[in-house]
């Protein structure tokens, strides 16, 4: 039997599963040197943990087709294709996040198609080859709400299945989830994850569900 890799706290952790590299490892001080996101593609944002969260509980049918919006690092599809076998593509205006995208999709075994695009860009045929649309911490100026919003309202005409988006709970969020719960069926649920070195809050977003859902 192979010998599951033994963890080195100083420069890398888990959560959900996954193996996160932390600023001082090696690898990301190497592209950190090259690669400089600028639109706060910077990190992984905690509003990630709140969608795995709810994906572990809820359950994600093995094969999904996912798009994660403004993917930044892409914790969440790398979930979604680690636990679920899902296909995943991760979309962000930003093409400086792709390569840490990359090598947590690679130290972690799973492979993320990625492209670089902004929400406002995307067109119905590019959103019908999905079943579930998710994003984190993506509506933080009041300009994002109206291309989310657009994005949204596209994704659910394109028969995306099910969108959900996750958020501290910025005004400019809420006005996104306000406007789709009134026009486009939308929940709204406050979440909190407190596992180990997880702990985040915020509100989620829901629109739609997805078929015989695997716990
Ligand atoms: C705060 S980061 C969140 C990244 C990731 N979702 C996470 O939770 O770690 C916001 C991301 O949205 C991207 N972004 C901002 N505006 C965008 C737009 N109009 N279209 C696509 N991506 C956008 C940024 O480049 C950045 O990677």
Known sequence: M???????????RRAYGLTILKAAHPRMRLLKKHHEPSIHGNKFWSSSYLIMDFLGYQGLP???????????????????AKQFGA????????????????????VNGVEIQTRKARFEELTSADLAGYDAMLAADVCFWDEMVDPLYGLIDQAVKAGVQQVVLADPGRPPFVQVSERCCEKLGA?????????????????????????RARR
């Open 62 to 80: 093995i094969g999904t087709r996912v798009l994660e919006a403004g993917c930044g690092w892409g914790l969440a599809g790398i979930y979604c």
């Open 187 to 211: 929940q709204t649920k406050d979440w909190s994850v407190e596992e180990g070195p997880v702990n985040a809050s915020g509100s989620l977003m829901i629109i739609g569900t997805l078929p």
């Open 87 to 106: 296909r995943v593509t991760g979309i962000d205006a930003d093409e400086e996040v792709f390569p840490y995208l990359s090598l947590h999709a690679e």
């Open 2 to 12: 192979a010998k599951k890799k033994s963890l080195d706290k100083s420069i890398e």
